[in-house]
Structure formats: structure tokens, C-alpha cells
């Protein structure tokens, strides 16, 4: 990866002995002030999700157009991402950032005042076009801000943010909307914005090689543009409104497969050919990026995979209340909290490559072992413990991931890279959330034809579990005449869990699955210089 050599070497010094530029303020303190407002961004996509009833009462909505306060969060927030490195070359990256915040913060006190719903999904598609540029910009800032050999502390500290903001979402989402309103939800993120647009504009700087290119790409693609919204735009709302709508069984559904397929390869056409394209493409060209980019997206798909699996099985067939749900993520939140910090110092002693196929491998164990010990009896405390075990392998994955993807690429693109790495976190994410809930209706239907073949009037065993079941009703107060009619009836509740809880196992293998692939092809990564961050090893 190319030097940031930004700075006038002293007089009588060679171009070469110029010093790396450097922030004027400890670095630590601007990762906390740049994390602060990732966190606030990543924190808004899961935090309205238990709140949409509330919403859909409040606004004299119905449950399923509240959705659309969902879905239209993210659809700009994933148009926006991928181009937020072209948007800092025009604006810069300090004025950008601090942009995104206050566009967020406006955009989230809208949204608390919202007076019908239409108004509050044109506040949401304002609010994620705001966040989109928090995440990349703040992972940027961090690997410009930090030499090299410390990237991987840095990235730990935006992984913390990251990868803990979406399981707490939902929990202090509906603390916040039982105790007080759904529109706290909003309301909170203003303190948040306002001191964290104070902190930034005191304490982030622009890197000289960002003040020389400002403005540089001030050619606007418009064609890009157009592709990248209707692309993106159109696979988001398929992936959220895919099962709901039977997936091709619905023209609509149908018609977006084939806008965003179009439109997205054109893109990427368009883009690789382009003088000055809003997504660097080309950088795919660059093994160890492309890598990390794939690996990324699977990371997105496994990580919110199994944080949609855990607490829906709780709640569905365990009878839990979301906070109650939300409360079995919290030892998995507490044990990132330890672990991110180790895994940065790890980096600097072990190659990248290899803590992430440590990560993957643990991954895959874990999703292994939910598939053969989760079960409807289990405890609180056993539930806790296997979503801790699910996700120790995330900490391994995130920080080295960031670095490998960093790994040979020059520090003018670090905005771009950022940017793009973040994206395809984002839809993997989305794939994941899609690809677990069809996974658990259709394998549920597969799972009730097999088990009902068993539950027929020819079955000796069938009719002696209906006949003592109906003598226990009996013996309980129960008619003779309704007693059958209860145990049938009973048979069959039972019959549905048995057929979800298999569909649940079955999906878990499916992230097992996934992850042992990504462990094999971790070792065809590049070697990185755990001594020089990004810096791809020789030899």
C-alpha cells in the first residue's frame, strides 16, 4: 500500500524521508469522536424495528405499510454508502462528515415529529441518505489517522460500534417505545448529533492528499448516479418485501429482479469504463480487496443471519418478550466488547489471513452446534450462552477483514474503500435477514408434510397418544365429545413447534454451511505484514 506521505519533508531532506502525515490530535480521541457518530447511524437500522406497531397505531397506518419506514431507511443508506468516496472528493472529508451528521440529526428530530406516515418515510429516506456517509467516512478517518501497524486497534474500536449497535437496537428500541413513545426513538439521536458534530469539527483534520483533490472529481456521472439508485434502490426493496410478496410469485418482485439485475451490471460496466467514476470498481482488480469484499458481504450474512434467528425462536416458540429476547444478546454484546480490543492487538502479531480463517472456523463450529443442542426446553441461561458462542468468531472476523481489504491499496482510496467495504457489509446483511426468514417457512413446510404422514387415523401409535391425551382432558374436567376435539388440536400445536424448531436447526446449518467455505477460502488471501497494517508481506 502507497505511503501517506503527505507532509513537506525539512529542509535538506529527500522526498522520501518525508514524514507520514499525521493528526494534530491524539488518534484515540478521534476514534472515539468518529465512532460516537457511527454508532448513532448503525444503531437507527434496528432500533425502529419492534416499534412499528406503536408507529402504525399512532399514525392510523396499517402493519404492513409501516414497514415501508423500514425499507425506505435503507434503501437510501445503501445508495448513498458506495459513493461516499466520491462525494469526499468533491466536498472533502471533514465538511462532508460533518454534513452527514447534521443531515442525520435534522433528518431524526423530523422524524419524531412526523404527523402521518408518508411524512415519516420522506424523514427515514433523509435520515439514511445522512447516515449512509457516517460509516465509510468514520472507518476512513480511522485508517488515515492511525499508522499502519495500529490499524487493527482502530478497527476494533469501529467494529465495537458496529457489530454491538444492531443487537441492542431492538431492545432499547422497545424499552423506549413502552415507557415512553415511539417517537424517542428519534429524539434520542439529538444530544447524540449535536455533541458529536462539535467534536468532529474540533478534532478531525484533513489529510493533505484530501485537500489537493478536493474538488477534483467535481464531473458529476449522472448515468452512475441513475444506475446506482434504480439498481440498488430496486434490490433492496426486493430483499425486504421478497418474502412477504411470495417472492417471484409476485410480478412486482419479478419486475425489481430484473430492474436491479440490469441496472447493476450496467453499472459496474459503466463504472470500469468510466474517467471519473463514482465507485472505484477498478479496485476489484486488486485481489485482496475483492477478497475481503466477499468475505465481508458473507460476514453480513451470517452475523445478522443469526441475530434474526436467535431471538425469533425465543419469541415465536418460547413465549419470550422482545426485551426478554434482546436480553439473551447481551452476554454476546458484553463478550465483543472484550474481545474486539484483543483481536486489534492480534493483529500486529499474526497475519490477518490466518485470524480470519480462526474466525471463520469458530463460526462455523458454533452455528454447527446450535443445529444438535437447541431445542424448545432450553434455558435462559443456556440461550444466552450458545449466542455468546455464536458470536466469538465475529471478533476475529471484523478488524482483519477491514485490513486485508486495505492490504495494497493506495492511501488516496482509503474513502473509496471504506465506502465500498461497508456497502457490501450492508446488503450481505440485507441477504442474510431475506435468506433466514424464507429459509424458516419453506423448511417448516417441508418439515409439516413429512411429520403429518405420521399423523393419520391408520397410525396405531397416532390414535394412542390421541386416546391418552383425551383421558388426561377427561380426568381434567373436559367433555368426553370435546376432550378428542382438544387432543387433536393439541397434537397438532405440538406437531407446528416440532416443524419450526426443525426449520430453525436446518437454517443454522445453511450458516454453518457458509461459513466452513469462507474458512477454506481464507488461506487464498494475501499475506499482510502484521507489523505494517495493511502492508501486503513480501515473500
Known sequence: ?????????????????????????????????????????????????????????????????????????????????????????????????????????????????????????????????????????????????????????????YGITVVIAPAIGPTLGGWITDNYSWRWIFYINLPVGVLATFLASRFVEEPPYLKRAKGSAIRVDYMGIALLSLGVGALQVLLDKGEEDDWFGSHFIATLAVIATACLISLVIWEWRHKHPIIEVRLFKIFSFAGANLMMFVLGLVYFGGLVLMPLFLQTLMGYTATSAGLVLSAAAVLLLIEMPLVGQLTTKISAKYIVAFGWLTLALSMLYSTSHLDLLISFRFAAWVRALQSFGLGFLFVPINLVAYAGVPAEKSNSVAGIVNFMRNIGSSVGTSMVTTLLDRREEFHQSVLSASTTNVNPVFQNQVAGLSRQLVHSGISAGDAKVHAYGLLYQNLQAQSQTLAYLDTYMVLAVGAGVMFILAFVLRRNDPHAGGEVAVG
Not at 468518529?34 to 402504525?56: G, R
Not at 399512532?58 to 448513498?80: E, H, K, M, P, Q
Open 1 to 157: 500500500m502507497a505511503d501517506n506521505t503527505e507532509t513537506a519533508a525539512p529542509p535538506g531532506a529527500t522526498p522520501a524521508a518525508a514524514a507520514p502525515w499525521r493528526p494534530s490530535f491524539n488518534p484515540w480521541l478521534i476514534a472515539v469522536v468518529v465512532s460516537l457518530a457511527a454508532f448513532m447511524e448503525v444503531l437507527d437500522t434496528s432500533i425502529a424495528n419492534v416499534a412499528l406497531p406503536h408507529i402504525a397505531g399512532g399514525l392510523g397506518a396499517s402493519n404492513d405499510d409501516s414497514t415501508w419506514v423500514l425499507t425506505s431507511y435503507l434503501v437510501s443508506n445503501a445508495i448513498v454508502l458506495p459513493i461516499s468516496g466520491w462525494l469526499v472528493s468533491i466536498m472533502g472529508r471533514k465538511r462532508f462528515f460533518l454534513t452527514c451528521i447534521f443531515f442525520f440529526t435534522l433528518s431524526s428530530m423530523l422524524c419524531g415529529l412526523a404527523p402521518s406516515l408518508s411524512a415519516l418515510i420522506l424523514f427515514r429516506v433523509m435520515q439514511g441518505a445522512g447516515g449512509g456517509g457516517l460509516q465509510p467516512t468514520a472507518q476512513s478517518i480511522l485508517a488515515d489517522s492511525f499508522p499502519p501497524e495500529k490499524r487493527g486497534m482502530a478497527f476494533a474500536v
